[in-house]
């Protein structure tokens, strides 16, 4: 018991980090639009803890995440004011935007791959990268309301399981496992509230 008390006030940003980034995996799941305000505060909590663990792509996937929370809780407000409603109407990926999404993603991990060569200390660029890739396709997928972003996150999240375990930060660890299983809840849960939003409109 002492061992681990010492070992989480050894830790405190860590443990912050596990507690936002839980309210905000819950307020996604329920497809609100206050997880755009809280994924504000997010990521100024994982960018230290990327920052010390020598992982880049968590690093600047954070900087990203800061940056399009704010666009995506416009976007989603707008959205939501043409709807006549608070919250946004969920939808499919259009076609296009994922053939184009497709195509472009092994070229952008190439690219990530081949700058690892210039950052050696990068812990595990394989794992980071695709980290990377995918939260920033993630992110804009779940800006436009569109239910199969939880599939990034299931990708992102087994991604940075792995990342995180080769930096032994366990917390933060335990925090993409609880992200990875719910992700898949997530996309049933979503899929469930865009059947019942096409009910109600007919």
């Known amino acids: 018991m ?3 008390l ?8 860590e443990v912050i980090t596990v507690f936002v980034s839980l309210l905000w995996l819950y307020l996604e799941y329920r497809a609100s639009i206050w997880l755009w305000p809280v994924g504000i505060i997010l990521p ?5 803890i990327a920052w010390r663990a020598h992982l880049y792509g968590m690093l600047a996937i954070n900087i990203y995440y800061l940056i399009t929370s704010i666009w995506g809780w416009i976007a989603w407000l707008r959205r939501g004011r043409k709807e006549g409603e608070q919250e946004a109407p969920i939808t499919d990926i259009p076609r296009r935007t994922l053939g184009y999404t497709l195509l472009g993603m092994p070229v952008a991990y190439g690219a990530l791959i081949w700058l690892s060569g210039y950052l050696p200390e990068w812990r ?3 794992a980071d990268a695709l980290l990377t890739l995918s939260s920033i396709v993630g992110m804009v997928w779940m800006a436009r309301g569109w239910r199969q972003h939880w599939i990034c996150w299931i990708i992102a999240n087994a991604a940075g399981v792995i990342s995180l375990l080769n930096a032994e930060d366990y917390l933060s660890t335990f925090v993409y496992v609880v992200n990875f299983v719910t992700a898949f809840f997530g996309y049933h849960k979503w899929s469930r509230l865009m059947k019942g ?3 109600t409109e007919q």
């Open 124 to 126: 595990i660029p394989w």
């Open 6 to 13: 010492s070992y989480l006030d050894a830790h405190r940003l």
């Open 197 to 199: 939003q096409a009910k």
């Open 44 to 48: 100024l909590l994982w960018i230290p």
């Open 2 to 4: 002492e061992f681990l």
